[in-house]
């Protein structure tokens, strides 16, 4: 499973919030610059070694000396007289062997009628019941297998409870048959999270047709436990079965389910029944079947299916739809020495899913945020290719090997995570597997900031409040760190280890744990405490000194993380430390952290150039680096990491005139990132700057870059630019190349710029629709409020953000109190509109907050009071969860 929902409106709301950390004249903290300056602080791993292993003796050599200062422990928090909340695993009465399913559907009343036939035997006391996961069914009847005598059954519309007539023992396999109607929309209230937005198990999409730009589909999303509202079953995620599939549908659509498909029938109604076949086990929440007109383009790997499913108007790109598909499945295979087990690999698209994407073991489905055409894909390629890598991993850890409860979730998000890590790593190299974990580790980090919990937590409030940078960035960053510890070959080793000892069955964190012990020969039970079994992450203050005399340098660490709601006093961290001298030459040193503060000491002759503690940058923590300015310039230009040239940027940047000579050299770093983020801290008025921008908006390979030059260029308002500027807006050009020159062009040639747009104003891509609005938002005219209303209904998912802010922005310029006036009903009727995705929802609902905010400036309190109004209705009638309390944000102006 893989959410994108919550981390965009996540990133939005600590944009509003995000401050510029500061640097000293002497030193500077290496702080996140989005992070609020309270809580910043950065990176930290470990274990310690000890005795023989440890490469010293209790008499440590001058060059190592720990200088221990005095520990203050925290005060004792009260002991409760209440056991805390406790989320055991799913206690098995029966074994669910097999499920057969035979399904049509009923589009108009948005119904199925199935017909389930369960093959089951009690888990190991003998029973004369069963009880089955069945929500919100109508249930026709029950007997047993080849039988047509009627079973008893009470049934609450959650539980099934089927009185069996006789008691089974674990020796004793039976089949019953239940006949049923699955109604998930006729239901009072429904249910979801950040991270999976509705939990009717089964949804019909567009099913009057009714909306001629949206497609017939009919798909389902299991997890967690939604399933049960489409079939009867043991809806937990340590069951396990084989399964087969009898879909009947209207000839015209194409059907996708687990396994194979055996079978395809035409019946003389104008129906067709597709037989999908899964014989090998997998959980229930994992089942799944998406119907439509898709297109379907067939590829294959080692002799296995791998199809791809788009809208028809997307065949031609489906392989760029689902990148590096089959070369994904070659890397992972070798990667785990366990080739992927599955009988196939298929990916489908979906209008108006719940999530992001979702492992259904041989079917994965994406929402649509992945179907774009070529040019749309050059923005968006690293997005589609992650998405594709985590939900294939999965099909390893998650679906071969699965959690055997919700509080071990990150045994299936943490390493569908990490995977995003490893295949940028094989693909593009280390630079742009630690730039994706920077941001994964900042996700996790933000979500702290309100509180933590455990990665493995028994005491969660709610099953679907798993989901989130715990599970997810925390558990991927923490696996990263424990490969670093045991390095590469025991890591993966351990890794094929597991997979081949719990392959089809379910698992806990200690079973991980045991799988590393058996293969390193260490005990790991101090990893695990503190990294799975606690919560938080440390908090590193580093401080720097050199002693002439002495000839030594000192590093002190203090740890400053509140030791409260389970998080550890003291972090164990052995960490690596790269001392470098003037001429750039380095050594490393291991030293292992154990104590709240703590000193180490090394030799040193002459002051070291830069001591760089954490050298390998696999920590997870918050760290304060004090080091001076001179020291975050040699770092950049001398140490090896990504992360270390970040940091120095990151904290120059406060005094980018005094550190020009860094910035300029930034323009060609070999990370993208570092070269479009330097952009901006360059004197673009500078003319051998002007030429160094000039060939990156030409030249460079990543659309990003390109465009923010392109941006740069645009200040300077110089016509010798136009004609870049009009390269960028040819077809060939990614649309934030595109925007930008748009933009650019703007400030360059007005009149230029205005008939571009014009010519664009037809084209219906969401990235075209951006750069027209930022154009007209930004030179406000009459004339394009029709434009604006048009496009409105066609922008979607996270383009709606900047859409909706581009045109509170334009409706403000316009200055036009009538136009004013009548623009927020337009955005409380598709606030209130529950059939409209979460995204346009919240945009809407924003972009009133936005007109309140404005008049609230200006001080006319009728309109702040008659807008707030509309903000209380949005919020009362809304029923997701998730929305309202993001809306809780817009109380005030």
Not at 18 to 31: I, N, S, V
Not at 77 to 88: F, G, H, I, K, M
Not at 380 to 395: C, D, G, L, R, Y
Request: hydrophobic share 40%; proline share 5%; charged share 25%.
């Amino acid at each position: 499973m893989r959410n994108l929902l919550t981390p965009a409106v996540l990133a939005f709301l600590v944009a509003l919030a995000a401050c510029t950390p500061k640097t000293a004249d002497k030193t500077a903290a290496t702080k996140n610059p989005a992070i609020p300056e309270q809580s910043m602080e950065w990176d930290t791993i470990g274990k310690p070694l000890t005795g023989e292993d440890a490469g010293w003796d209790e008499e440590a050599p001058e060059e190592y000396i720990f200088m221990d200062e005095a520990e203050v422990m925290p005060g004792a928090e009260p002991v409760s007289d209440t056991l805390p909340r406790y989320n055991a695993s799913h206690t098995f009465e029966h074994d669910l062997i097999h499920t057969k399913l035979a399904l049509s559907f009923d589009w108009e009343k948005k119904r199925a009628k199935g017909v389930a036939t369960l093959t089951l035997r009690p888990w190991f006391y003998p029973t004369d019941k069963l009880t089955l996961d069945a929500k919100n069914f109508d249930i026709h009847s029950i007997h047993f297998e080849g039988k047509t005598e009627p079973l008893k059954y009470d049934y609450d519309n959650e539980k099934l409870v089927i009185q069996l007539g006789k008691t089974f023992t674990r020796k004793d396999k039976y089949t019953v048959v239940i006949s049923y109607t699955a109604k998930p929309d006729e239901r009072e209230s429904f249910g979801g999270s950040a991270a999976i937005s509705s939990d009717k198990g089964l949804y019909f999409i567009n099913a009057d047709g009714a909306d001629a730009e949206k497609p017939r589909q009919i798909w389902t999303q299991g997890e967690t436990e939604s399933n049960s509202f489409w079939f009867p079953t043991v809806d937990k995620p340590n069951e396990r079965c084989t399964q087969e599939m009898y879909l009947t549908v209207e000839d015209k659509y194409t059907t996708l389910s687990n396994g194979i498909l055996v079978s395809s029938k035409k019946n003389t109604d104008g129906t067709r029944t597709d037989y999908w076949k899964m014989d090998k086990p997998h959980a229930p929440y994992l089942f799944m079947m998406a119907i439509g007109e898709y297109a379907v383009v067939k590829d294959n790997w080692r002799g296995i299916p791998v199809d791809y499913y788009v809208e028809p108007k997307f065949k031609e790109y489906a392989r760029d739809i689902y990148p590096y598909t089959t070369e994904m499945l070659e890397f992972f295979s070798q990667k785990l020495d366990f080739a992927y087990p599955w009988p196939k690999f298929s990916q489908v698209v979906v209008r108006d899913y719940v999530s992001g994407a979702m492992e259904n073991t041989t079917a994965v489905i994406y929402g649509e945020f992945v179907q774009q055409d070529k040019r749309g894909l050059l923005d968006n390629h690293w997005t589609n290719e992650k998405v594709v890598a985590h939900e294939m991993f999965h099909h390893w850890f998650g679906d071969l090997v699965t959690t055997e409860s919700w509080a071990n979730l990150t045994l299936n998000e943490g390493f569908a995570n990490y995977s995003e890590y490893l295949w940028l790593e094989h693909k593009y190299g280390r630079d742009e597997a630690d730039h994706h974990e920077m941001s994964e580790r900042q996700g996790y980090i933000y979500s702290a900031l309100g509180g933590g919990h455990p990665l493995i937590d028994f005491g969660y409030e709610n099953r679907e409040s798993m989901f989130d940078a715990h599970s997810y960035n925390k558990g991927g960053a923490i696996l990263h760190m424990l490969r670093t510890y045991l390095g590469d070959d025991a890591f993966f080793s351990g890794l094929s280890y597991y997979l081949k000892k719990h392959e089809y069955t379910d698992v806990e964190a200690h079973e991980l744990r045991l799988a590393f012990e058996d293969v390193s020969g260490q005990d790991l039970n101090w990893f695990f405490n503190q990294w799975f079994f606690k919560a938080g992450h440390p908090n590193l203050d580093i401080r720097y000194d050199w002693d002439e005399s002495a000839g030594m340098a000192t590093v002190t660490i203090d740890q400053t993380q509140d030791a409260s709601n389970d998080v550890p006093y003291i972090f164990d961290l052995p960490l690596k430390v790269d001392i470098y001298d003037a001429d750039g030459k380095v050594r490393r040193e291991d030293i292992r952290v154990t104590k709240r503060s703590q000193t180490f000491t090394f030799k040193a002759a002459a002051k070291p150039a830069l001591i760089n503690v954490d050298a390998e940058k696999a920590l997870l923590a918050v760290k304060s680096d004090n080091h001076t300015a001179a020291e975050w310039a040699f770092m950049y230009r001398n140490a090896p990491r990504y992360q270390d040239r970040r940091d120095a940027i990151d904290n120059l940047k406060n005094d980018p005139s005094e550190n020009a000579g860094i910035f300029r050299e930034a323009l060609q770093d070999k990370h993208w990132s570092i070269r479009q983020d330097a952009i901006s801290f360059v004197d673009i008025m500078d003319p051998a700057v002007q030429t160094l921008v000039a060939k990156l908006a030409e030249n460079d390979p990543e659309p990003a870059v390109r465009a923010a030059a392109i941006g740069a260029l645009g200040q300077t308002a110089d016509k010798k630019y136009v004609p870049l500027y009009q390269k960028g807006m040819q077809a060939d050009q990614a649309y934030s190349v595109l925007g930008a020159s748009l933009d650019a062009l703007s400030n360059t040639d007005p009149e230029a710029a205005l008939a571009a747009a014009k010519n664009l104003e037809a084209d219906e891509n969401p990235g075209i629709i951006l750069a027209v609005a930022e154009l007209y938002a930004n030179a406000p005219d009459a004339g394009a409020l029709a434009w604006f209303q048009k496009s409105a209904p066609k922008i979607d998912n996270m383009a709606t953000f900047k859409f909706y802010d581009l045109f509170t922005q334009y409706l403000i310029g316009l200055e036009d109190p009538a136009v004013l006036d009548q623009a927020p009903s337009g955005f409380q009727a598709v606030a209130l509109d529950s059939t409209a995705s979460l995204w346009r929802r919240f945009s809407n609902t924003k972009a009133i907050a936005d007109l309140r905010n404005y008049y609230a400036e200006k001080a006319n309190k009728a309109k702040v009071d008659e807008l707030s109004a509309m903000l209380k209705t949005i919020r009362e009638n809304e029923k997701d969860e998730t929305l309202k309390m993001y809306y809780g944000m817009f109380d005030q102006p």
